[in-house]
């Protein structure tokens, strides 16, 4: 009787923990997902490392370009909107860019995904990666954030040495709000009316380069030429600074374009060494187009290579193999040179540092080039259902978009503007120099 008590307690308390121990399995699988440690760090190495691309990289790089009176104007334009653009991403730049679409995927919603202030998140908060992985959902959220604060300061790169300082502020809140936002829904946003096409954009060709150039155009266009030019000379002061920007650049890069997988893992590094190899590549055809043409291979062009190929591998990145993308880098450098040196002058546009003739037209390039370095013909990640046609018309769907949205949005931010304070400076501070114009102070004494 007693062996039979013994045997049926030991049932039972082996029941019970077959229960206990199915249940916590059953918990365990319910519980939310935890951030990879590695891929944390890894993000948050690529945040840090796309920040340095706009200080002190795009800052000295600019700078460089421009006259020594208008250095440190320059300098403060790229810096200042980059701030003024991570605050208004965390006040609610973030929301518009990746919360729930509110309109047929144009745009995400004001008041959820991300909330006023980033109310919604917490440190336990995650963002989904590619795969079944997640991230700290600040770490996500900082990262994008680099991206919303570079894009607004590149588009200065046409305005340089007229635009006031108090306008390009007041610019950069409105314009981000009604084109960098809606375009990166559109693209980055699961919902988002390009995602959805299946547009391949893996770190910003749309997004961020064609984006930004289309609106340096517009904004050339709109503010006019500065005084004297084409007829009087206005090279760049420091070749030295710009060489020393764009090295940042391409260092900071590689967290722009391997962080975009989200993940430490094999497309990271298939991200990194195309961003190697497209910009070597484009760099030295830079030069060969310039001894082509006539010319000496120079410093200014191999430093303008250099971005070309960057903005050309961007949308890429992961989505080419190092064969395509070396092509993309030499035929983008070769077709921005033509842009910049033969068509820009003919059409007298005063783009001052090339916005759009090298991101703008590089990123064309890119975005459309990866619809066909995707193919595994051509070494890329395309799958055995890959179809080149149908993949490059969506591709041209997706830089049709952007151009108009960005060309559009930017001439109503612009004449907002305008309406309020005005754009140029006066002629005497153009003359003198916004350094001191608008500054009161030197670069250099």
Known sequence: MIRKLLCGAGALGFSLFAATAAFAQEAAEAAAPVPNPGNN??????TVLVMMMILPGLALFYGGLTRSKNMLSTMTQVTAAACVGMLIWVMWGYSLAFGPETSEGFIGSFISGGAFFLSSVTPDSTAATFSDEVISEYVFIAFQMT?????????????VERLKFSAAMIFIIIWSTIVYYPIAHMVWAGGGLIFEWGALDFAGGTVVHINAGVSALVAA??????????????????????????????VGWFGFNAGSELEADGFAGLALINTFVATASAALFWMLAERAAGHKASALGMASG?????????????????FGAIVLGAIASIVCFIVVSKVKPALG???????????????????????IVYSPALGGPGGDDFVMGAQVWIQIKS???????????????????????????TEEVEIEGLDIGEHGERAYN
């Not at 971005?307 to 080419?320: K, M, R």
């Not at 546009?349 to 619809?371: C, N, P, Q, V």
């Open 147 to 159: 991206f919303a604060a570079i894009t607004g300061a590149l588009v200065f790169g046409a305005t």
């Open 399 to 425: 830089v049709i978009v952007s151009i108009l949205w960005a060309g559009i949005g930017t001439a109503i931010a612009l004449y907002i503007v305008k309406a309020i304070m005005g754009l140029r400076v």
């Open 306 to 322: 250099i971005i070309a190929g960057l903005v050309a591998v961007t949308p890429a990145a992961g989505n080419s193999g190092p």
């Open 41 to 46: 760090a890894w993000m948050i190495t690529a």
């Open 349 to 371: 546009f005063d783009d001052s540092l090339d916005a759009f003739g090298i991101h703008g037209i590089g990123g064309m390039i890119g975005a459309i080039g990866t619809g």
């Open 221 to 250: 266009l709109i503010l006019g030429k500065r005084k004297g030019y084409p007829t009087e000379p206005m090279p760049p002061h420091s070749l030295t600074l710009t060489l020393v920007g764009a090295g940042l650049l391409w």
